[in-house]
């Protein structure tokens, strides 16, 4: 079917980022406001018992219903969902996979309040928000897996004991204050002291959290001829509360958390390519680096060398004529940006490539130009550019950004022509920097009047304002007027500071 003339609208600016591959994906789910819910449906406090079997049998559904979910840990109000290292469940696209799990566990949630409630109507609809993090390698699932579970025994240590004391007749305040700066041995002291409550009897599903998995289980399929039983191991769907921070459980279910067998093809897969959406300005900003040192072995004049930014000049002009698409270049320093037409297909707008030959090609216009511009100074050490690419939907705001630019130049070398005419009058470079800290524009120009009787406003435009690289359209008239009365217009790159 033919696309219609708007489908640009999903081709240009739809974005499915998919997450990288061998990493194992995790969403964590984390019920919104619980705070609120949990008051409003009289949860048992600090912990509920049918509110955490209701999240544990949501997560047992989520295990039933995606198979490469290979793990889940959930604690209060949360949960997390690990996916095996290797799968391509919506071929590991973020926004589908996040929504996806929020969505079914909150309906499944939903579906299931009356199974653990049944004498509770469900008074506001539960909902959930989730985020999405990839962990490289074995150690860090592991371990995120281990902070969760850390995370659940500090926050249900703390709980218990507060609760206990509020319960005995404490205000939530008094509580609090009794509990601030304890470790956990006090508090295993206060509960038992207080309350003759061993914390290690508490129940391990508050202690612990609770983890939904597939474990082995050996089951009976059939007899044989003899009437012994026939016995196989099958993997079921299982939680339990155990601990999942010291090696002995992994060491048991090394299964869960296996890496991936991928074939060699899958390296393509890390080849991310970002595209600049469409419809905006991009903006390729290019500034030398180390440029004090580059300055200061050419020896270029201090604070400004007006050949050295000529030069700079000269490089932005053989841009605009490499890359048509660049409408404007605005240079000071060390640097130069260059704006982009707004539709430009550079590389079919892919990121990384417009950068990368952006600050290439720039370096190598410099170099060529050197000897043109400096013809008794050696290069002696290659110059290095940096280069980001900015991308603003606005002529407004790539407007702002230029401004932006230009002010930064104001104000650099309004500072640097005062600090040089300091030290140049015998101050040492100390003094000259504690002269002019916290001085406004207005004083400068008037410490820059008083002291070396110069007007900062006759100084060079190219100092002041920095430079200006467009293309100016003027009219050329033709010599055969008599009968060709048209006129056409060419293009020059200018400068104007
Ligand atoms: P957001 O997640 O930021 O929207 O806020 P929240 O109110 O959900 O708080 P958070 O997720 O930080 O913490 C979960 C909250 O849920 C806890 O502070 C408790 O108030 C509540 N909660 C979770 N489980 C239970 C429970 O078993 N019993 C009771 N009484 N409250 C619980
Ligand atoms: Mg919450």
Not at 359 to 368: A, E, G, L, P, R
Request: glycine share 4%.
């Amino acid at each position: 079917m033919a696309n219609s003339e708007y489908e640009y609208v999903k081709r240009e600016f739809e974005f499915d980022r998919r997450l990288p591959a061998s990493n194992w994906i995790v969403v964590r789910i984390d019920g919104c406001h619980f705070h609120r819910f949990s008051k409003i449906h009289a949860f048992e406090k600090p912990n509920d018992e049918n509110a955490l079997r209701l999240m544990n049998a949501c997560a047992t559904s989520m295990l039933e219903k995606f198979p490469d979910i290979v793990f889940a840990y959930g604690v209060s109000d949360e949960y997390s969902f690990v996916f095996r290292e290797e799968t391509e469940f919506y071929q590991r696209r973020e926004s589908k996979i996040l929504s996806i799990c929020v969505s079914y566990f909150t309906s499944v949630y939903g579906m299931k309040w009356k199974d653990f409630f049944p004498n509770k109507d469900l008074r506001e609809p539960p909902y959930f928000d989730g985020r999405v993090v990839c962990y490289p390698n074995m150690k860090t699932i592991h371990d995120y897996l281990a902070w969760r579970q850390v995370d659940c025994h500090i926050n249900n240590h703390y709980n218990t004991c507060f609760w206990m004391l509020v319960k005995s007749g404490k205000t939530e305040k008094e509580a609090q204050q009794t509990l601030k700066g304890t470790f956990s041995e006090d508090k295993n002291e206060l509960l038992s002291q207080q309350f003759q409550v061993n914390y290690e009897d508490e129940p391990a599903m508050f202690r612990k959290g609770s983890s939904v998995y597939r474990d082995k289980v050996e089951t009976k399929v059939k007899t044989d001829d003899y009437g012994n039983p026939i016995k196989r191991i099958r993997l079921a769907i299982t939680v339990s509360n155990l601990d999942i921070i010291g090696p002995e459980f992994w060491g048991k279910h090394q299964y869960i958390l296996q890496e991936g067998k991928y074939r060699y093809e899958y390296v393509k897969k890390f080849d991310d390519i970002r595209r600049l959406p469409c419809c905006n300005w991009i903006v390729v900003r290019i500034s030398a680096c180390q440029f004090d040192k580059f300055s200061l072995i050419h020896s270029f004049d201090k604070p400004n060398d007006e050949t050295a930014l000529s030069l700079m000049n000269a490089s932005a002009s053989l841009m605009m004529e490499q890359f048509p698409d660049i409408i404007f270049g605005y240079g000071f320093s060390n640097e130069y940006s260059f704006v982009f037409q707004e539709n430009t297909e550079l590389y079919q707008r892919n990121e990384r490539l417009i950068l990368s030959s952006c600050s290439s090609w720039f370096t190598s216009f410099y170099m060529m130009k050197w000897k043109e511009y400096f013809p008794s100074k050696e290069l002696v050490q290659p110059p290095k550019f940096e280069a980001e690419v900015l991308c603003y939907p606005k002529p407004k705001i790539v407007c702002d950004y230029l401004s932006w630019r230009q002010a930064e130049c104001h104000n650099r070398n309004q500072y640097n022509t005062c600090f040089w005419m300091l030290v140049k009058s015998g101050e040492d470079e100390n003094k000259a920097n504690e002269i002019l800290k916290g001085t406004l524009s207005k004083d400068k120009n008037e410490l820059l009047f008083q002291r070396f009787q110069m007007n900062y406003n006759n100084e060079p435009a190219m100092f002041r304002k920095g430079s200006c690289t467009y293309r100016q359209k003027f009219v050329k008239e033709k010599v055969h007027v008599a009968y060709k009365r048209t006129a056409s217009e060419r293009c020059v790159d200018t400068f104007s500071n």
